[in-house]
């Protein structure tokens, strides 16, 4: 899988364990604004996911697909692809 959707998934397991009562999704567009926004600003990219993360992060229900054999919330790949289509450059 692509370093930035695994960095992704660990980013929001350690964010739902600061906030374990609450179901989240992303919002795929705020999360590549500011994921974005950070790394042209020189984040690193651990920092700007973390920060992309707590921006964009909603309540509500995530739904799952299966990709290559993992589970993966649907809105973590459009968030992806967001990213990949905003700046290619920090991919």
């Given at each position: 899988m692509n370093k930035l959707l695994l960095s992704t998934l660990t980013a929001l397991s350690a964010f739902?364990?600061?906030a374990?009562?609450?179901a989240g999704v992303l919002l795929p567009h705020t999360y590549a604004a500011e994921f974005c926004s950070l790394r042209d600003m020189g984040v690193d990219?651990?920092?700007?996911?973390?920060a992309a993360a707590r921006a964009a992060y909603v309540d509500?229900?995530?739904?799952?697909?299966?990709?290559n054999g993992r589970k993966?919330?649907?809105d973590v790949l459009q968030a992806r692809?967001?990213?990949?289509?905003?700046?290619?450059?920090?991919m």
């Amino acid at each position: 899988m692509n370093k930035l959707l695994l960095s992704t998934l660990t980013a929001l397991s350690a964010f739902a364990l600061v906030a374990p009562a609450q179901a989240g999704v992303l919002l795929p567009h705020t999360y590549a604004a500011e994921f974005c926004s950070l790394r042209d600003m020189g984040v690193d990219r651990d920092g700007a996911i973390a920060a992309a993360a707590r921006a964009a992060y909603v309540d509500g229900d995530a739904i799952q697909v299966t990709v290559n054999g993992r589970k993966v919330d649907v809105d973590v790949l459009q968030a992806r692809r967001a990213v990949s289509e905003r700046c290619p450059q920090h991919m």
